[in-house]
C-alpha cells in the first residue's frame, strides 16, 4: 500500500492553494492520503544512506526522500572524497568520536565490499616558523583523540618524501586516505535496498507537524513545487507518519525543521553556507604528490590543498566563499550555483605556491564547486556536528542532524551506528 501510495504520488500531486488563514485548510488536509510507516530517513547524501541501512540491518523497514533524481548529488559528491584520520577536531566533540570510529569502519566497509580506497597518507605542513606552533597544537590534537600514528617531520624530511613540496616542517598523517564516494554511496544504497529500504527520488519533504508527539511529514513531487512555493505553500500529496524521522537533509537540514510546525523555533541553529571551488591540475601525466598535502587550516577549512582522486587527478581546493541570503526554497531544493569561474584561479596560485613553488601558470583548470552548512558563522571558531533528539526538543522519533560537513563523508556510518544504538526504541 505505501509503495503504491508513494509512486501514485506522481500522478497524483495538487497544487491547491493553502494559506493559513484559508477556510478550507483543514478540511483539504483532512483528505490528503495518510500511511504510517516505520523509518523515514530524509536525504540521501552519504550521510542519509548510512544511516538508512545501519537502520535497515537493524530489521527495520525504511524509507529515503530524496528531492534530487538521484542520490548524492550535494554535499556529498561535491568534496575532496578524503578519509581524515580524525586529526582537527576539538577532543570529545562528536566530530573526534564519529571521525575516528568512523574511517575504521569505513576502511572495513570498503575493503569487505570491494569499493575503491587508497590509504595513501597526508602531509600537513608549515611552510614558515610562524606557523609550527600551530602544528604542534594540531598534533596534540590528533593524539588525544586516539589518532596513534601521527609522525612530526623536519622539512628536509618531508621534502624527501615529496620532492615537490617546500615547508619547514610537516605532519605525517599515515592513515588518511581517498575514496570512491560514489561507488561507496552505490554500495551502501545496495545493501540497504536488499534489507527493506526504498529509495524515491525527485520527492520533497516539504514540511510536517507534530500531532500526539509524532511528526506527521508533508511529502510533495518536485514537478511545480518551486513555481508552486513562491505563491502559497502547497498542499502535500501524502502524508507519512513514521515512528522515527531522521532529518539527514544536509544543506537544506535547518530550512526543513523550521517547516516542522510544533518544533520549538528555538532549538533550530541558523545554518552558514561556505562555498568552495576546486580546480584542477593540467598538462601533466604524473602527479607532482604521492601523499595529500594540505597547509595549516584557514578560517572556514583546512585550506586550499591537494588531494588525489582514485583515477590519479589532482586536484587543489576547496576555497572559502560565505554565501548569504539563501531563502529556504533554494535549500529545499538544492538551488546553488556550483559554477567555477575560471578567473577565480588567480586566487589559488599563491596560496598553492607557499607549499608548490613550481605551480606553472595557466595549469589550473575549473574543477567543480560544493557548499559546507556550517553552524558558526566566519571568523568564529568551527562548531561540532549536532545531532539533536528528543533530550532536546522535546518531539518523541524525531532525529535532526544538523552541520554535517567535513568529515561528514568518514564520519558517515559512525553516525549511522550512532543513530541506531540511540534512538531505535
Given at each position: 500500500?505505501?509503495?503504491?501510495?508513494?509512486?501514485?504520488?506522481?500522478?497524483?500531486?495538487?497544487?491547491?492553494?493553502?494559506?493559513?488563514?484559508?477556510?478550507?485548510?483543514?478540511?483539504?488536509?483532512?483528505?490528503?492520503?495518510?500511511?504510517?510507516?516505520?523509518?523515514?530517513?530524509?536525504?540521501?547524501?552519504?550521510?542519509?544512506?548510512?544511516?538508512?541501512?545501519?537502520?535497515?540491518?537493524?530489521?527495520?523497514?525504511?524509507?529515503?526522500?530524496?528531492?534530487?533524481?538521484?542520490?548524492?548529488?550535494?554535499?556529498?559528491?561535491?568534496?575532496?572524497?578524503?578519509?581524515?584520520?580524525?586529526?582537527?577536531?576539538?577532543?570529545?566533540?562528536?566530530?573526534?568520536?564519529?571521525?575516528?570510529?568512523?574511517?575504521?569502519?569505513?576502511?572495513?566497509?570498503?575493503?569487505?565490499?570491494?569499493?575503491?580506497?587508497?590509504?595513501?597518507?597526508?602531509?600537513?605542513?608549515?611552510?614558515?616558523?610562524?606557523?609550527?606552533?600551530?602544528?604542534?597544537?594540531?598534533?596534540?590534537?590528533?593524539?588525544?583523540?586516539g589518532v596513534s600514528d601521527l609522525r612530526m617531520m623536519e622539512g628536509f624530511e618531508a621534502m624527501q618524501m615529496e620532492p615537490e613540496l617546500q615547508c619547514t616542517k610537516a605532519l605525517l598523517?599515515?592513515?588518511?586516505?581517498?575514496?570512491?564516494?560514489?561507488?561507496?554511496?552505490?554500495?551502501?544504497?545496495?545493501?540497504?535496498?536488499?534489507?527493506?529500504?526504498?529509495?524515491?527520488?525527485?520527492?520533497?519533504?516539504?514540511?510536517?507537524?507534530?500531532?500526539?508527539?509524532?511528526?506527521?511529514?508533508?511529502?510533495?513531487?518536485?514537478?511545480?513545487?518551486?513555481?508552486?512555493?513562491?505563491?502559497?505553500?502547497?498542499?502535500?500529496?501524502?502524508?507519512?507518519?513514521?515512528?522515527?524521522?531522521?532529518?539527514?537533509?544536509?544543506?537544506?537540514?535547518?530550512?526543513?525543521?523550521?517547516?516542522?510546525?510544533?518544533?520549538?523555533?528555538?532549538?533550530?541553529?541558523?545554518?552558514?553556507?561556505?562555498?568552495?571551488?576546486?580546480?584542477?591540475?593540467?598538462?601533466?601525466?604524473?602527479?607532482?604528490?604521492?601523499?595529500?598535502?594540505?597547509?595549516?587550516?584557514?578560517?572556514?577549512?583546512?585550506?586550499?590543498?591537494?588531494?588525489?582522486?582514485?583515477?590519479?587527478?589532482?586536484?587543489?581546493?576547496?576555497?572559502?566563499?560565505?554565501?548569504?541570503?539563501?531563502?529556504?526554497?533554494?535549500?529545499?531544493?538544492?538551488?546553488?550555483?556550483?559554477?567555477?569561474?575560471?578567473?577565480?584561479?588567480?586566487?589559488?596560485?599563491?596560496?598553492?605556491?607557499?607549499?608548490?613553488?613550481?605551480?606553472?601558470?595557466?595549469?589550473?583548470?575549473?574543477?567543480?564547486?560544493?557548499?559546507?552548512?556550517?553552524?558558526?558563522?566566519?571568523?568564529?571558531?568551527?562548531?561540532?556536528?549536532?545531532?539533536?533528539?528528543?533530550?532536546?526538543?522535546?518531539?518523541?522519533?524525531?532525529?535532526?542532524?544538523?552541520?554535517?560537513?567535513?568529515?561528514?563523508?568518514?564520519?558517515?556510518?559512525?553516525?549511522?551506528?550512532?543513530?541506531a544504538a540511540n534512538f531505535l526504541k
Open positions: 500500500m505505501l509503495r503504491f501510495a508513494l509512486r501514485t504520488l506522481k500522478n497524483s500531486i495538487r497544487s491547491v492553494p493553502l494559506c493559513a488563514g484559508s477556510k478550507n485548510f483543514s478540511t483539504n488536509f483532512d483528505k490528503i492520503p495518510k500511511e504510517t510507516v516505520d523509518c523515514v530517513v530524509i536525504g540521501a547524501g552519504v550521510v542519509g544512506i548510512a544511516v538508512a541501512r545501519e537502520l535497515a540491518l537493524k530489521g527495520r523497514e525504511v524509507l529515503v526522500i530524496e528531492s534530487a533524481s538521484t542520490f548524492g548529488t550535494g554535499t556529498s559528491s561535491r568534496n575532496s572524497e578524503v578519509i581524515h584520520a580524525g586529526i582537527y577536531y576539538r577532543p570529545k566533540s562528536f566530530k573526534a568520536i564519529f571521525c575516528v570510529r568512523g574511517k575504521e569502519l569505513l576502511y572495513k566497509y570498503c575493503s569487505d565490499h570491494g569499493v575503491p580506497h587508497k590509504q595513501i597518507g597526508k602531509l600537513i605542513v608549515a611552510t614558515g616558523s610562524s606557523e609550527i606552533p600551530k602544528l604542534n597544537n594540531i598534533l596534540c590534537h590528533g593524539i588525544e583523540n598523517s599515515p592513515s588518511t586516505g581517498i575514496v570512491d564516494s560514489h561507488s561507496l554511496m552505490l554500495s551502501l544504497i545496495g545493501e540497504a535496498e536488499n534489507h527493506r529500504t526504498s529509495f524515491f527520488y525527485n520527492t520533497t519533504v516539504i514540511g510536517g507537524h507534530l500531532e500526539g508527539n509524532h511528526m506527521h511529514l508533508y511529502i510533495a513531487e518536485n514537478k511545480d513545487l518551486e513555481k508552486s512555493f513562491e505563491k502559497f505553500p502547497l498542499q502535500p500529496g501524502l502524508i507519512l507518519i513514521p515512528k522515527l524521522v531522521v532529518n539527514s537533509a544536509g544543506l537544506s537540514a535547518s530550512s526543513l525543521a523550521k517547516r516542522f510546525v510544533g518544533l520549538p523555533s528555538g532549538v533550530i541553529p541558523p545554518t552558514h553556507y561556505a562555498r568552495g571551488c576546486y580546480f584542477t591540475l593540467s598538462n601533466t601525466r604524473v602527479s607532482p604528490f604521492k601523499h595529500l598535502i594540505y597547509p595549516i587550516p584557514e578560517d572556514g577549512g583546512f585550506g586550499v590543498h591537494v588531494t588525489l582522486d582514485i583515477n590519479g587527478r589532482v586536484k587543489f581546493g576547496p576555497d572559502v566563499e560565505w554565501i548569504n541570503d539563501v531563502d529556504d526554497i533554494s535549500s529545499l531544493l538544492n538551488k546553488f550555483d556550483y559554477s567555477v569561474s575560471a578567473d577565480r584561479a588567480q586566487s589559488f596560485y599563491p596560496k598553492i605556491r607557499r607549499y608548490y613553488p613550481n605551480l606553472k601558470d595557466g595549469s589550473l583548470e575549473p574543477g567543480y564547486a560544493g557548499i559546507r552548512p556550517k553552524l558558526t558563522a566566519p571568523r568564529q571558531s568551527p562548531a561540532d556536528f549536532f545531532v539533536q533528539g528528543e533530550d532536546i526538543h522535546g518531539v518523541n522519533g524525531l532525529v535532526n542532524l544538523f552541520g554535517i560537513e567535513s568529515p561528514g563523508l568518514t564520519s558517515s556510518m559512525a553516525i549511522a551506528e550512532y543513530i
